[in-house]
């Protein structure tokens, strides 16, 4: 594409908007194009037509090809959680397409790319829309044996998961330590964990909330099924020790839970707060079990670990079966997703089908 081309193209994109100071802006610029979700007074998407200078600066210019929906875009499109840190912004932590021009020498037009995480949807115009302009330091060549589908039905969630396990494992854990315990089980972050744990032959307990989903769990490899309606947490400040590794999503008193269940030098990754923000425990697992907690920050991740998680992703971790994990949603269709994901009732990936045939 020529650059006369591209600086006239025009292409659809789901932009979110603070409503208290930026609601006559975009109403006046695109009032044709009403179709989002809107959240009172808070954060509200809507499809939106630019053109490229309308995007923040960036050396890669990628025609989208997929998308992904991530917990975080759930909060950031309808404001349920303080996330975007400049509207107005283009929603999606992930994109991955086709470079259509670069001024980077690292990259070339017809590369195949990934950019997630860093500052997309946040504090730079992010993927849910037909075009993303990166900084090339951001940008991941596809890594071989992946597909651009595959790639975001790993996403953002897939990277996180990953992420967790080679923390886990640079903390030790191995297999034959014992079990490892997921928790919001059917989750995108979760279901890809237990299956790329259950393929590195773990021994995988999923915790889940939904009681009628205990056979998609089997079926990506959960070993055991606990069932959070029937779970007695307890209340001392060590339990019976009974997991050597976890992996959680939800946070609150599940994690606090974690840290009085963990077996001796026990390890947990902390990435997700699905359940609540606050940790409440004591310090009696750490110093009586050796338990470790682990932090983990996807988008933040340096690019020569993310390329090397990305290898992984494509190599040992490479799940088998995406597809069983992973619903295409239509772009149009994309805010229909968000009010489900933050309500819990979502299992596994939602792909977003950006490019159209033609
Ligand atoms: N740190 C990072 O780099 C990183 C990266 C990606 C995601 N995350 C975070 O990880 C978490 C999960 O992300 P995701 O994309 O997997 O989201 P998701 O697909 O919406 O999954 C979250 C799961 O948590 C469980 N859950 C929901 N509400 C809950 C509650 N109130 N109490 C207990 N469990 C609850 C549900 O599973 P069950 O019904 O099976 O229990 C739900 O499916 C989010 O907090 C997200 O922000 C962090």
Redesign the pocket.
Known sequence: MTPQILSTLKFSAYRIFDETTSHSTWLSKDDSQVAGYEEDGRSAGRFVELTLDDLDPGEVVIQTHYSSV???DA?AATGAGKVIRRFPCVGGVDAAGVVVSSSDARFKAGDEVIVTGYGMGVDHDGGFAEYVRAPADWVVPLPQGLTLFEAMAIG??GF?AA?SIHRLEQNDLRPENGKVIV????????SLAIQMLAQQGYHVVA????DS?HEYLKSLGATEILS?KELVMGTRPLERARWAGALD????E?LAWLTRTMQQNGVIAS??????VELHTTVLPFILRGVRLIG????ATAMPLRRQIWQRLSSDLRTKQLEQVAQIVPFNELPLVFPL?LQ?K??GRRVVKIKQPG
Do not use: H, I, P, Q
């Open positions: 991530n917990y975080k909060l953002t969630a996180a992420l928790t919001g089980a059917t989750g995108g972050v979760a915790l889940t909330g939904k989903e959070r999503a939800v946070g609150g599940t990435f997700g707060n699905a359940g609540g983990v920050d996807s988008a994901m819990g979502l299992r």
